[in-house]
């Protein structure tokens, strides 16, 4: 029976070949990683899944939608999650003490910002991410100072990842087609991350850009006022002309 796409799963399968070739060459799995599982989120009706199965041998798969979770299961080398990422301990699917993790997946549009941010305290002991998501996240993602499209997902991430667009991927490799361009982009861990609380980073991110067009002391000065803050960061400046890393010193300086 052909499965029909749940809108209020973020349902688009990728059916283009070429496509498909071309992701699972950027994410290159090993055969029996040891140290290294490979987690899929979103497997879908497993376009990725099975080309990435037959080159690894062993696949952890994280699927919502209980019919997809149920063929799956029918794959030897699958082990099925089936849960809301959102709920998933990431930890819990380390292989070893000293283990890491390789998450791939077509991330669904309508909860992708959500899953990058769930993943975030999980960083340290992921090898790398390779994600399709719509082209205006992702280009948001790896924004720099100075421009539009700079904002609080390109310092949160910035600050824990080194990130490179791999590939861009147009609707029509979708059924049903999307209404946007997708992009595929690539997340390896910084191995010296400056260590701060991912939700404090994101308090005072979010401060700052409340309200772009305005200076920071209007925003992010008040905030700053009650934490006690008495440091010299130049709040004579918009969000967007801030770099990450001071950013991420003053959320340092300021943590309680």
Not at 147 to 176: C, H, I, N
């Amino acid at each position: 029976m052909k499965h029909i796409a749940r809108k209020r799963f973020g349902q688009h399968f990728l059916v283009d070949e070429g496509v498909i070739d071309a992701i699972v060459a950027a994410i290159d799995p090993r055969p029996q990683e040891a140290q290294a599982r490979l987690v899929e989120i979103g497997p879908g009706l497993g376009a990725l899944t099975l080309p990435l199965l037959a080159r690894c041998g062993r696949l952890t798969v994280i699927e919502l939608d209980r019919d997809l979770a149920q063929r799956l299961r029918q794959h030897p080398g699958l082990e099925v999650v089936e849960a809301d990422v959102l709920s998933v301990n990431f930890a819990d699917l380390i292989p070893t003490a000293d283990g890491m993790l390789r998450v791939v997946g077509n991330l669904p549009y309508n909860i992708s910002s959500p899953i990058l941010f769930h993943l975030l305290p999980f960083a340290h002991r992921i090898q790398d991410q390779h994600f399709m998501l719509q082209s205006e996240v992702v280009y948001r993602m790896v924004a720099q100072p100075g421009t539009k499209a700079y904002g609080r997902l390109s310092v949160m991430l910035q600050w824990r990842y080194d990130m490179e667009v791999v590939l861009d991927v147009p609707p029509e490799a979708f059924d049903p087609p999307p209404a946007v361009n997708s992009a595929v982009i690539r997340m390896v861990p910084h191995a010296q991350a400056r260590s701060i609380d991912p939700q404090w980073l994101s308090q005072l991110v979010t401060v700052a850009f409340s309200q772009r067009r305005k200076l920071l002391r209007h925003t992010l000065g008040r905030w700053l006022d009650e934490q006690g803050y008495r440091g010299d960061f130049d709040l004579q400046r918009r969000a967007e002309e801030v770099p990450v890393a001071q950013f991420v010193d003053l959320a340092a300086a300021t943590a309680r």
